[in-house]
């Protein structure tokens, strides 16, 4: 079935460090790749979006590019902020399966430092 | 402000005592779905409803009953809680069955069985 896998965290950077969180899939179909954020003590919120290959998500800086060749979607943000201390998700949805839900990964827990 | 909205936002349960999750969207979205956050678990499923009327199970439903009571709400039942329930749950949903431009969720229901 379709799979999610992301890196594992922690990770904690200094402010204004360069960000890359590591996100790969396995589907079969054209899957919808998604980025959510958790901020602590709320839901999941939408951060970007991509629906083909090549395509790029981006949002408040941070960027994904979908890559059909390396089933990739990795996660980046040039500069991060304290304010970016959250847990990433990356998530497919494969509409080729019919009515299957969201497949999530387990989330990446990124600590920013001043 | 337009989105979904959970209740209660905290439970303390007595093992084997009974309890509804109540959420509601008002964005006329079609599918709905309950989820639980657990530490170092990530996301996981416990049922989903594609569109009114239909319900599904998905990854964890032992333990746990929904009813699609209407397009806007889509409840969580626990018949006779246990301590293996504590968790977060996270109601969620979405304008298409499964979910193909992402999820609005919730902020969550904070469960502690004791």
């Known amino acids: 079935g379709d799979s999610v896998t992301q890196m594992e965290g922690p990770v904690t950077l200094s402010e204004e460090a360069f960000l890359t969180i590591n996100c790969t899939y396995t589907a079969t179909g054209y899957p919808s790749l998604f980025w959510y954020v958790q901020y602590p003590g709320e839901g999941l919120q939408l951060l970007l979006k991509a629906t083909k290959a090549d395509d790029k998500g981006s949002n408040k800086g941070f960027e994904a590019t979908y890559r059909k060749e390396t089933t990739s979607f990795h996660l980046e943000k040039g500069s991060v902020q304290v304010s970016d201390s959250a847990v990433y998700f990356c998530?497919?949805?494969?509409?080729?399966?019919?009515?299957?839900?969201?497949?999530f990964g387990k989330g990446t827990r990124l600590s920013v430092i001043a | 402000n337009a989105g979904v909205t959970q209740t209660p936002k905290f439970q303390v349960l007595k093992t084997g005592q009974s309890m509804t999750l109540q959420c509601a969207q008002d964005?006329?979205?079609?599918?709905m779905y309950w989820y639980r956050q657990d530490p170092g678990m990530g996301l996981r499923l416990i049922y989903y409803?594609?569109?009114?009327?239909?319900?599904d199970k998905g990854e964890v439903p032992n333990g746990y009953n929904v009813s699609r009571l209407n397009k806007r709400e889509f409840s969580l039942r626990l018949e006779s809680a246990a301590p293996s329930q504590t968790s977060v749950y996270f109601c969620?949903?979405?304008?298409?069955?499964?979910?193909?431009?992402?999820?609005?969720f919730g902020s969550g229901t904070r469960l502690t069985v004791v």
């Open positions: 969620a949903s979405s304008e298409v069955p499964g979910g193909g431009y992402g999820y609005t």
């Open positions: 964005m006329n979205h079609n599918s």
């Open positions: 998530a497919l949805s494969d509409l080729s399966g019919g009515n299957t839900p969201l497949v």
């Open positions: 409803s594609a569109s009114e009327g239909t319900t």
